[in-house]
């Protein structure tokens, strides 16, 4: 089925960097949503965005809806060790269906 | 709030068996339950989506025979993979969706279904 390009698919940071990931559709979104994985358990949602140009902060998370409603990113600053699994963006469709990108995969180095 | 339960979280099963599983939202009335597929590395990959008191609205190439799903109150659904082979091996999640939560998904913490 359809799936959102999310990039980076891994990335390796140090514990207090900053982070920035991001998803693009070749379809219009109305919502997007931001979630985390951790291993062997279901996603968390993190964020989720409803109007384009909104920009939307959960603690060091921040992510914003794109103008063109095709895309979307997001931050984590100040990484710490629990940040650690995979972020997935998923847009929602006018007709309610979600589609989920590949996943970014966050590792810390020690 | 908006906690969805899945059980059990691991289920190992042989081949041509049947297994069920059980989603349940614990503090809000899931008016629609999802029902998704995830291999290893992989994204998600919605199977079917159920509303209360219908029938499963399943996503092409996904077998409803084989993979029945019932959404009998607000609070539960079930999927059973019947007849089950290694392929079917896989990690399955449900989410649920309902009010007074906003309307977004919240997603159980997983079915890991080993077929030998």
């Known amino acids: 089925g359809q799936q959102l390009n999310q990039s980076p698919q891994s990335m390796f940071i140090q514990e207090g960097e900053d982070v920035s990931m991001n998803c693009t559709s070749s379809?219009?979104?109305?919502?997007w949503l931001w979630y985390k994985q951790d291993p062997g358990e279901g996603p968390v949602l993190l964020i989720a965005?409803?109007?384009?140009?909104e920009l939307t902060s959960n603690g060091r998370l921040t992510a914003q809806f794109g103008i063109t409603r095709k895309d979307s990113f997001l931050n984590i600053s100040a990484s710490i060790p629990s940040d650690v699994g995979i972020y997935f963006c998923?847009?929602?469709?006018?007709?309610?269906?979600?589609?989920f990108g590949k996943g970014t995969r966050l590792h810390i180095l020690p | 709030g908006a906690v969805v339960s899945q059980h059990p979280s691991r289920v190992i099963c042989k081949s041509g068996t049947s297994v069920k599983i059980e989603c349940r939202s614990l503090?809000?009335?899931?008016?629609?339950m999802f029902w998704y597929r995830q291999f290893p590395k992989q994204s998600l990959m919605l199977m079917a989506t159920?509303?209360?008191?219908?029938?499963?609205?399943?996503e092409q190439g996904v077998e409803k025979d084989k993979f029945l799903i019932n959404h009998a109150s607000l609070t539960l659904s079930t999927l059973t993979v019947t007849s089950a082979h290694p392929e079917d091996s896989s990690f399955y999640i449900c989410?649920?969706?309902?009010?007074?939560?906003?309307?977004?998904?919240?997603f159980g913490p997983g079915t890991r279904l080993t077929v030998t």
């Open positions: 159920s509303n209360e008191g219908s029938k499963a609205t399943y």
């Open positions: 998923a847009g929602r469709h006018p007709d309610d269906k979600i589609i």
């Open positions: 989410s649920a969706r309902g009010f007074p939560q906003g309307g977004e998904q919240y």
């Open positions: 379809s219009i979104f109305n919502t």
């Open positions: 965005l409803y109007k384009a140009g």
């Open positions: 503090d809000f009335q899931a008016t629609t």
